[in-house]
């Protein structure tokens, strides 16, 4: 290989340019790394794990100067901000600590090992995931698979539900909790309001109201921690109401079914067609409260047609029954006109949830839900008991945004970046899964594929899903272990239908996608050989 | 009055040097306000609902500016911040904009008024705070009587279990901030550990090995929103693990107590005394599991002594118990050496809950729970099905603040502040309530008054306590009539004992501990007119 030479010459170049002081005596060799050891996508975790074992067993004692970042990342033949975020990593956990001119130095060894639980990803190392994808997907719609699945490293990410997260507002985030800090007097540090600061109340109301059509006080706002805990909060009232069956969209969200089940609520799938929601089979289902995804369906991307909206409203007033709004991105749309909420045409009979998890990012852990005014209080009561509202600062920074119109600027931003990706993944599928049928691509952040011809069986021996008849699980195993994480379509189903995929396609830039796209289809060819 | 001809003369010397724009044509006579309608300790929230209410009946039309705020203060006799923070108030709500030469302008007309819903503290006006006090106290321990007299303005606030608010350290929060956004990666946006960001749990393993002797993987270490959602989490998995029935110290925290209860647990009354929890009676109540808080009791501040823990350990290990061990404000100590926690002692028989709440502020919601290893799982898919896990930002924000040193200050810097705040209640108490004995005084942020001489129900007639046997709900009554929160010790009491109050005394400057303890002892007196 060229490189090799390449990476010597730059060496001694900036080590003759380099004003720094004089060489440290660490690198690759002293630590005896190798980085071929390290499981693909996974370099920085692999890297600060050896780092920390180094320093723990003695060989970088406290005091020691870490390699420079660029030394190493030659040495190892990574690109420099495997090992810089690495250093990060370590420096976040107060174990080495500057980056001046005096490099990067050694201040603490980790806390000795103690029992490791399956909980942390720290040991979820890429060697173990490769081994751990079929036990992960063969888990299949078990309590947490979409947890586990979240957390296993991975080069390529594809699930769905995660908007394009480099294009987070950092600037403006920082800018806003400036002035936030600037001007809230001492006593907001004290305990607030439970059903969420009015600031953020009175954003979201007019948020909603610009956005959705949904004409809402700030006093019917309740602040939630995502449209999860909105869920958590609203099965424990129903439950406590006689409400223990909800009917569910099938197919439909895995994680918002065990959501539900967790609380203890019966959920009772209903099937989507290509008009959304059956409401006959609601009906015959006998279920006094359902959870939908009316604007963009999960997974099918179906919208909910104007009878069938009918006949669901004509239901809720009938049969006095509850319909659970999940507007989960409704923000998101290409190639078609917005559709009106719900809660935007019988506020007396919808529950409505939404959340900044696909407008901003998951990790910011904010969302709104609306409730009838007879379930109100009990619904701020059980928020109240489950952690006494949500936190101060970020409620505040995000009223700021909405109000000052940040939020809809960076939304018009991703917006445009969405949709380029989309088109690169349905170009990508054109080319590599020449076989599979689109579904629900004109809004949102994934689409749905589908394959009409059965999966060769054999194809996927290896996996242990032969048998199973949810043979896209072992597409999505393998996928996993050649470092692309996707959904199988069957995961967010009840009854047994054709195989699939649900593709995140907004997270990463077009390149990964059609390198994703094109390991899918590698892994199905795999599947399917040629006779 | 002089003070109006002062006013005159500073205003005419401030129009003189003015050097922004023309004058605005507004003033306080203009919109007709009349501070003395304001209730005592609310002019801020009052001024912002009568701009509000300008704003919406078209007096303050869109893109009319409102008066300078120095103008505006100076006509209605009130500090200038009064006036800020209105406008602040309303510019966060979007319906104000600039601050600039060109003044604050009208921007957005607040949405139409909906219905009001009991737990909007802007429309709890301290008028209706006057009348409400008897039936906010009425409701006692009634679900939610701590939340509502939380949300109650008043002018002084001497609630027990908040810090000194204004020393929250605001600019290394957000130099911790910028760090955090600086150095994350986009991934970090996406959907984290629903145990906690490891940086976090690591920090916070540091954290409690240095501060309280406990020895913890990071791995161990739950993130949740603060102690009141350990307490859910718990109290869920031990109910399902057939645990109904959870010992209680008595007295003890009543929002604790609730917390429990909501979620479907007994809890048990055991006394305490003067060497803490009567481990002989909680032996007797056949409980399995019990809440304590053996550092500084909650509210009579007891230290768990050596023979009771050593007796609690033993019954734990002989009854297979579990002890819940709130660690509430163990960090704050003045007069004594610090108690080892429990959880040092004996790890697979104690869970053990802390938070940032009385270390930073309670409006971050941010805390931490150390479960037995049997009991790990079950927390934190409890934890992942509450809410998928706390926000990031704020985790990380709060780890860098631990490893880089900066929230060790803090607590140096404010035990300092709190112990001369503690003295001078003291001093206030020994002035104005003479005949009360003081409790738990050595740490904390809080002392408990107790009084010998029965209270003279006569003098709580309109407060409607003088049957109820709890007459200390009478002063705490009169006391937030005269603007002065404090909770009733009968509050935390599940049996009859002498009356007290229970006093904060850490949030506010030594002049509002003085003054409030005065308005108590007035209140005092006229419940015992001399004869």
């Known amino acids: 290989m060229s490189r090799s030479k390449d990476v010597q010459v730059q060496r001694s170049k900036e080590a003759a340019g380099d004003t720094a002081p004089a060489p440290v005596a660490l690198g690759s060799d002293f630590l005896q ?3 071929g050891q390290a499981p693909p996508g996974c370099r920085t975790e692999w890297l600060a794990d050896r780092l920390r074992e180094a320093i723990a067993d003695g060989r970088l004692p406290v005091g020691s100067r870490l390699p420079a970042s660029r030394v190493l990342a030659e040495e190892l033949r990574v690109a420099r901000g495997v090992v810089t975020e690495a250093y990060q990593r370590l420096a976040e956990a107060g174990q080495v600590a500057g980056r001046g001119r005096l490099g990067t130095t050694v201040v603490a060894a980790p806390p000795a090992p103690g029992p490791v639980t399956a909980t942390d990803p720290g040991e979820a190392t890429g060697t173990a995931a490769g081994a751990a994808a079929g036990a992960l997907f063969e888990a299949g719609a078990r309590e947490g698979a979409v947890s586990a699945l979240r957390a296993a490293p991975c080069r390529i990410d594809l699930s769905p539900g995660v908007p394009d997260l480099a294009a987070f507002p950092r600037a403006a985030w920082l800018r806003a909790e400036r002035a936030v800090l600037g001007s809230l007097p001492p006593s907001g540090f004290g305990y607030g309001d439970a059903q969420g600061a009015p600031e953020l109340r009175t954003a979201v109301a007019e948020w909603l109201a610009r956005s959705r059509g949904i004409r809402a006080d700030p006093g019917e706002v309740i602040v939630v921690a995502g449209v999860a805990q909105a869920l958590g909060l609203l099965g424990a009232v129903l439950l406590a109401n006689g409400v223990d069956r909800i009917a569910f969209e099938d197919p ?26 059956r409401v006959d089979a609601l009906r015959a289902s006998g279920a006094k409260a359902a959870l939908l995804t009316p604007a963009h369906q999960f997974p099918t991307g179906v919208v909910l047609d104007g009878e069938r909206r009918r006949a669901l409203l004509r239901w809720a007033a009938e049969e006095d029954g509850l319909i659970i709004e999940d507007d989960y991105d409704a923000e998101h749309r290409y190639d078609r006109t917005p559709v009106p909420a719900l809660r935007s045409l019988l506020a007396e009979r919808v529950c409505y949830a939404g959340s900044v998890s696909k407008l901003l990012a998951p990790a910011l852990r904010v969302g709104w839900l609306l409730v009838p005014p ?4 009990a619904v701020v009561t059980a928020k109240r008991n489950a952690d006494l509202g949500n936190a101060l600062l970020p409620q505040l920074v995000l009223a700021h945004l909405m109000t000052s119109g940040e939020l809809e600027r960076h939304l018009r931003f991703v917006r445009r970046r969405h949709r380029a990706r989309r088109d690169a993944m ?14 629900g691509a004109a809004a949102g952040l994934h689409l749905t594929v589908t394959f009409d011809t059965p999966f060769e069986d054999t194809g996927f021996e290896d996996t242990g899903f032969e048998d199973t008849g949810f043979a896209d699980t072992g597409l999505a195993a393998a996928a996993l272990d050649a470092g692309v994480k996707v ?15 649900v593709l995140g396609y907004a997270a990463g830039p077009a390149s990964e996608i059609e390198e994703g796209v094109a390991v899918l289809g590698a892994a199905l060819r795999r599947s399917r050989p040629t006779r």
């Open 374 to 377: 007879h379930h109100h209080e």
């Open 426 to 439: 349905l170009r990508a599928i054109g080319t590599h899964l020449p076989g599979a049928r689109v579904h």
């Open 252 to 277: 439909g969200s895995l994680g918002a079914r065990q959501q539900l089940e967790y609380g203890g609520i019966t959920t009772v799938p209903v099937p989507v067609d290509e008009g959304g929601l």
């Open 33 to 35: 790394l190798d980085i």
């Open 487 to 501: 959904h199988p379509l069957s995961w967010h189903r009840v009854r047994p239908g054709p195989p699939g995929l």
